[in-house]
Every structure is written in structure tokens, then in C-alpha cells.
């Protein structure tokens, strides 16, 4: 379905490369050395985001042949069994038998002349999710979440329940010597949240991390993480004030001594070729610092 993103072989090759070009660090070791303005030449730091199961059974084994480390943001609610309210709609539209989706007249779901959509290639379907998520994304949580399983009873498909980690898989990658970090409980739009609900939504993922594990959870990702957009500066004193060392952003760039803790910088890594994939890479040299308007 999604044929741009990285998948387990291009995942292997990034890997090989960051082990030649970097030195790979843990993200609270990274965090430290920064502050203490000891960080080596190319430092870097590898992150996961949700908590998908592949993380443990398709990452965990390359990231342990290069002898590598990484950190895995949880999203806890959906452990155990549970979906992300994207995947529902993902899952739908892909195991959707027919050639034409028409959610005209759904219940909560935003009027529309475009909500029938041919579905008959893989192109297609793309664009349908695209489509739908786009229009859902912002809703507030409870609202999404009916909508996208709305979706999923429009058209009639049984939709998986593995798609996410277990607990013990959580446990499985941190005794491998991995790292975890809280990714709040129900991946909400922090900046659209009042402040006692989304201080509930991160504590309530650092509280679960710390029960499962048995050992203090020092580090954040915000959700979706663009500044200003989906999280904003109440997310991050409560970031600040729930006791976590740093948190980490989407905003491009690389961080400095003057870097905010709070809002460090990440890249997505979706190239394809060594080449391109180092331009990229070496483009976060010149990206601003994450600034919150």
C-alpha cells in the first residue's frame, strides 16, 4: 500500500549507514553529553514513534546486528491488542472489498461532495486514506476515534488486533538494552487539548511505562511533534514539570547546547539511496531551531 516507506531491507541499509557515517548514541546518553557539551563528532540518536509491533520483530533484530541502540516511544493505550485510530482507517480501506468507497451520509463525518472515492487500485486507496485521515485528523479524540470506526463499519471489514506491541514485547526491548519513552496514552493532539487533559494524556503514558518496566521513564515525543501545531508551549511545561529530562519534536534540524531540551529536533528517513539519503541527512545542519509561535 504505502510502497515510500521504509520497510525492513531500506531499513537495514539506513542502519548500515548512520553505523558507518555516526555515532550512534542512546537518546538520554545523547541528552546528558549535550548538556555537558561532550557530545563526539556526528552524534546521533535513532527513535521509533506509537509502539507498532514491527518495532520488536522486524527492527529490534537489525538494530541488534549493527550493534546499535534505539528509543521506542510508546503510545500506551494501544497496547495489548489495540489500534491506532490512523490504522483503523487504513486497515478498512485496505481490506475493503469493492472498486468504489461512498461514506456519503456518515454520521459525524464532515459533508462532503468527495466522500466517494473510486477504490480500485492500490493508488486509488492511497488516496482515499489520505483522504479520510485528512479530513478526521483534528477532530477531537473521542470524535476521531468514532469517526474512524465509523469508517470501518461503512465497509464492512474485520480489522487485525496485533498490529501494536504487547507489554511483553515492550519489556522483550528494553532487556535487549533498548530504551522507552512515553508517547502519551491516546496519541492526542496535545495543542488542542485543555491543560488538565493533556497533562492526564502524558502522565497517564509515563505512569504505565514506569508500572510495566519497574525503572523511571525520562523521555517524551509529542505527537505528530510540529511546533505550534500539535503541541504547543503548555505541552511542553507539562512536559517540563512531569520530571521527563527532554522531549523530542518533528521539526528538522540538529540540536546545539542552545538547543531547548524540551523541543530537540528529528528527520524522517525516507530515501531511498545512500546518496540522497546523506544530503538529507547533512540538510539539518542549516534547518531553524523548533521555535513555537
Not at 75 to 101: C, H, K, P, Q, S
Not at 251 to 265: C, E, H, I
Request: hydrophobic letters at 45%.
Amino acid at each position: 500500500m504505502f510502497p515510500g516507506e521504509v520497510d525492513a531491507r531500506q531499513f537495514d541499509e539506513i542502519v548500515g549507514w548512520m553505523r558507518n557515517w555516526c555515532n550512534v548514541l542512546p537518546l538520554d546518553e545523547a541528552v546528558n553529553r549535550l548538556t555537558a557539551g561532550s557530545l563526539p563528532a556526528r552524534a546521533a540518536a535513532i527513535t521509533f514513534d506509537d509502539g507498532y509491533a514491527d518495532n520488536h520483530d522486524q527492527a529490534l533484530p537489525i538494530l541488534q546486528r549493527h550493534g546499535l541502540s534505539a528509543t521506542f516511544f510508546i503510545a500506551t493505550g494501544f497496547l495489548d491488542g489495540g489500534r491506532m485510530w490512523n490504522d483503523t482507517v487504513i486497515e478498512a480501506v485496505r481490506r475493503f472489498n469493492g472498486d468504489r468507497i461512498d461514506l456519503q451520509g456518515m454520521d459525524g463525518f464532515p459533508p462532503d461532495a468527495t466522500a466517494v472515492w473510486p477504490a480500485g487500485s492500490i493508488a486509488e486507496r492511497r488516496h482515499v486514506i489520505e483522504s479520510i485521515i485528512g479530513k478526521i485528523k483534528y477532530a477531537a479524540p473521542d470524535q476521531r476515534l468514532a469517526l474512524a470506526n465509523a469508517v470501518s463499519s461503512r465497509l464492512h471489514v474485520k480489522l487485525p488486533s496485533d498490529l501494536m506491541m504487547t507489554s511483553q514485547q515492550v519489556r522483550g526491548l528494553r532487556r535487549e538494552g533498548m530504551q522507552i519513552g512515553a508517547h502519551t496514552h491516546n496519541h492526542p493532539i496535545l495543542a488542542r487539548l485543555a491543560p488538565e487533559a493533556a497533562r492526564l494524556e502524558i502522565s497517564r503514558s509515563k505512569q504505565a511505562l514506569q508500572d510495566l518496566l519497574g525503572e523511571s521513564v525520562d523521555l517524551f515525543a509529542y505527537p505528530n511533534g510540529r511546533p505550534g501545531q500539535d503541541y504547543n508551549a503548555q505541552s511542553v511545561s507539562i512536559v517540563r514539570e512531569l520530571g521527563f529530562i527532554a522531549a523530542v519534536s518533528t521539526a528538522k534540524g540538529v540540536a546545539t547546547r542552545r538547543s531547548d531540551l524540551f523541543q530537540l529536533p528529528r528527520f524522517t528517513p525516507w530515501d531511498r539511496t545512500r546518496a540522497r539519503f546523506g544530503l538529507r541527512l547533512a540538510s539539518n545542519l542549516v534547518a531553524p531551531a523548533p521555535v513555537l509561535a
